[in-house]
């Protein structure tokens, strides 16, 4: 694996990393409750309730946290197709280095909260909504895809970053698979435009085989009708953001069970259910499908000759550490760093170890400059 290093003293190979289990169901039946907020999660009302009672009685080191309260310069974007959408600079005088971040899936630039804090003035930082997410308008429903999301990552960049600054990217899951799609579509700009690279809890691929930690059998079951499923709920998605936000409570807890570690902030739990609930339901449904059903997003190699840090964590149910592993494995110069004792949300359960590393990479993508 080349230089890849590590975090943690979680053992990679042979066992496990420790995940806690997920409801009992079906895949499909776990992410209709999700996107409807369905009350209880078949658990019932009084068991919710009383989950619900431990989640806020957690200890919090993020209590009061003023999420979503960090603003920088806003810059009017159009993606190649007219779309809206909506990017910021911090540190927009800065033309030495730019790093432009982003966001997972269901959620907004604000999921960086604690690293924009941490690294402010190491840079020309670069903020974005994915479309369909945020402050960004949504297009067309044929625009919810990955392929799509790296020509709107083109246009951030030329939107945001002067012609001859070169450039970190950093991505957190469906962010970290738009810049791998955002370098096959440019290949040869690893290395020059491209000078380092951070994925964050994503994938190259293989994502319509997850099990969410629930009995293989019942996920392989499962897995057959998720896309049908995801086409249905997707076409009555005007009628469903009628709705959705009925059962906050139960989607704070599914939310808490499949994107957090065992002792999550309550506060960056309900932030995250808060983005996620803003996301446009066609947004939410279509890009999952296109995640699950692209089974080679990338392989990778177009990222050579860039510094690519990539970092896993110990407990993500959602993109599991063994798809940073491969990452690493593909590019052999990367630097591999697993998290513990954090879920799919690493950045926000773990944020120091994050913005550190992210800290690191940035600093020695600046030296790889001057050299």
Request: with cysteine.
């Amino acid at each position: 694996m080349g230089r890849a290093t590590r975090t943690s003293h979680v053992a990679l190979e042979g066992t496990p990393p420790r995940r806690r289990a997920a409801p009992r169901g079906s895949i499909r039946g776990l992410l209709a409750v999700t996107a409807l907020g369905a009350a209880g999660a078949g658990a019932g009302l009084a068991a919710q309730r009383r989950a619900m009672r431990r989640l806020q009685l957690r200890p919090d080191p993020h209590a009061g946290e003023p999420f979503g309260s960090l603003r920088g310069r806003p810059v009017p974007v159009r993606a190649d197709d007219g779309t809206r959408l909506y990017a910021e600079i911090d540190g927009d005088d800065r033309t030495d280095l730019a790093v432009v971040f982003c966001h997972g899936w269901t959620l907004t630039q604000d999921s960086w909260h604690f690293q924009r804090k941490a690294l402010r003035g190491l840079g020309r930082l670069v903020f974005w909504d994915h479309r369909g997410h945020g402050r960004s308008d949504g297009g067309a429903r044929d625009g919810y895809t990955l392929g799509r999301l790296a020509g709107d990552l083109a246009a951030v960049i030329d939107a945001t970053v002067p012609q001859e600054t070169p450039v970190v990217l950093v991505g957190h899951s469906m962010g970290g698979m738009t810049i791998l799609r955002y370098a096959d579509e440019n290949p040869g700009l690893a290395g020059r435009k491209i000078v380092a690279t951070g994925l964050i809890c994503t994938s190259s691929g293989g994502l319509g085989e997850l099990t969410l930690g629930m009995p293989a059998l019942l996920a392989r079951a499962g897995r057959p009708l998720l896309p049908r499923a995801l086409g249905a709920l997707g076409a009555g998605s005007g009628a469903v953001e009628k709705v959705r936000h009925l059962g906050r409570e139960a989607a704070t807890l599914i939310e808490d069970l499949i994107a957090f570690g065992p002792d999550a902030s309550p506060a960056a739990v309900a932030f995250a259910e808060q983005m996620m609930t803003e996301t446009r339901m066609d947004a939410f449904v279509d890009y999952l499908r296109s995640m699950i059903t692209t089974e080679v997003i990338s392989d990778c190699t177009s990222l050579t000759g860039a510094r690519n840090l990539i970092i896993g964590a110990e407990n993500d149910m959602l993109t599991p550490v063994e798809h940073s592993l491969k990452i690493a494995n593909c590019l052999p110069e990367s630097r591999l760093e697993v998290v513990p004792s954090a879920g799919h949300m690493a950045m926000m359960e773990r944020p120091s170890i994050v913005a550190d590393h992210l800290g690191d990479l940035i600093e020695r993508a600046r030296k790889s400059i001057a050299a």
